[in-house]
């Protein structure tokens, strides 16, 4: 049924909802640090947890489906899209955050960040120096996000990125400091960030993972990298 229109006064207001999904698990054999490198598609297990998260949807009155050129979000929006009938969009700005150490084994524990080699490149963590900056991501993720709300004015859409885009967007949005600990990130795979909109105006920001039991299942989904 479409979302009616409230009317306050003599202005029309409409109630838009945007979800912003992260993409399922990747298949990464060598546990590499993958970023915006081409041919890292999802896992069987991953495809798996696109399907959840269609699933998840499957009640909403989503008319607008769009995710970032990378094949692992565009293989996740595709049973979302399938599901509504919907062709699937690209939009450059949901892309994965440029890194330094993109196409390289890093995790914490493994000594890259003691490396004396990699101070340079991690001399500011505010920035951050090792990549993309934090205000940019928000910036671009903040376009996409009410480019979508207006797409889907009254309804609707879903945008598929990655882990630290969404993170950054929601803390931009909840006008939180954007450099933060990484291992505080509510932002799992296939989980959905959903902004909800009055409006322009965000009034509401909710959090769910309908493919947590897909994810309990994942021996990477603590360590995924590029994501």
């Known amino acids: 049924m479409r979302r009616q229109r409230q009317v306050r006064g003599d202005s029309t207001v409409s109630k838009t909802v945007v979800h912003v999904l992260r993409h399922g698990e990747v298949h990464n054999p060598d546990g590499i640090l993958y970023g915006r490198l081409p041919g890292f598609r999802l896992s069987e297990l991953g495809v798996q947890m696109a399907k959840a998260a269609a699933q998840g949807l499957a009640d909403r009155e989503v008319v607008h489906v769009v995710a970032s050129p990378l094949e692992r979000a565009q293989q996740t929006a595709e049973p ?3 599901q509504f009938g919907l062709p699937v969009g690209v939009d450059e700005r949901l892309i994965e955050s ?21 101070w340079w490149v991690l001399r500011d963590p505010v920035t951050p120096s090792w990549g993309e900056a934090y205000r940019a991501i928000a910036e671009r993720m903040f ?3 009410h ?8 309804r ?18 909840e006008r939180k400091r954007l450099w933060h600990d990484p291992r505080r990130r509510q932002c799992g795979l296939a989980s959905l960030t959903t ?15 309908p493919a947590a039991h897909l994810v309990a ?4 989904a603590r360590t995924a990298k590029g994501a």
């Open 80 to 82: 979302i899209a399938a």
């Open 143 to 145: 376009a996409a996000l």
């Open 156 to 173: 609707e859409a879903v945008l598929v990125s990655h882990q630290l885009p969404i993170w950054t967007l929601r803390r931009y949005v």
């Open 98 to 118: 440029a890194n330094w150490f993109e196409g390289k084994r890093v995790s914490p524990g493994d000594g890259s960040f003691r490396d004396p080699r990699n």
């Open 195 to 209: 902004f909800h909109f009055d409006g322009a105006k965000v009034v509401g920001i909710g959090y769910s993972e």
């Open 217 to 220: 299942m994942s021996p990477t």
């Open 147 to 154: 480019a979508a709300r207006v797409a889907a004015e009254g």
